[in-house]
Nanobody
């Protein structure tokens, strides 16, 4: 089983940037597609972005397209989510997840504990 640990969350003003990291252990992350999801208070968890095992294919939710970039460094067993032009609506707990295929989002079945992102207006 792949263990996932997120970091990089925090409090940022609207318009600011954050880079989230997801460190994997237990198995090599290069065998898995990786994704980022988020859950705001009182709302269901939603898909944010996904990247194929090679990094050659990426997918984004419409709400973050153009503002977020998912990337991976398989040599470091780490996946990243660069978030720019953050909005208060981006406030949520962000989760890293792994799957055997990149899409659809329902395939992701292994989750980290999450990292809080709070965007102040």
């Amino acid at each position: 089983q792949l263990q996932l640990v997120e970091s990089g969350g925090g409090l940022v003003q609207a318009g600011g940037s954050l880079r989230l990291s997801c460190a994997a252990s237990g198995r090599t992350v290069s065998s898995y597609a990786m994704g980022w999801f988020r859950q705001a208070p009182g709302q269901a968890r939603e898909f944010v972005a996904a990247i194929s095992w090679s990094g050659g294919s990426t997918y984004y939710a419409d709400s973050v397209k153009g503002r977020c970039t998912i990337s991976r460094d398989n040599a470091k067993n780490t996946v990243y989510l660069q978030m720019n032009s953050l909005e208060p609506e981006d406030t949520a707990v962000y989760y890293c997840a792994s799957a055997r295929a990149t899409m659809p989002p329902r395939l992701y079945d292994n989750w980290g504990q999450g990292t809080q992102v709070t965007v102040s207006s």
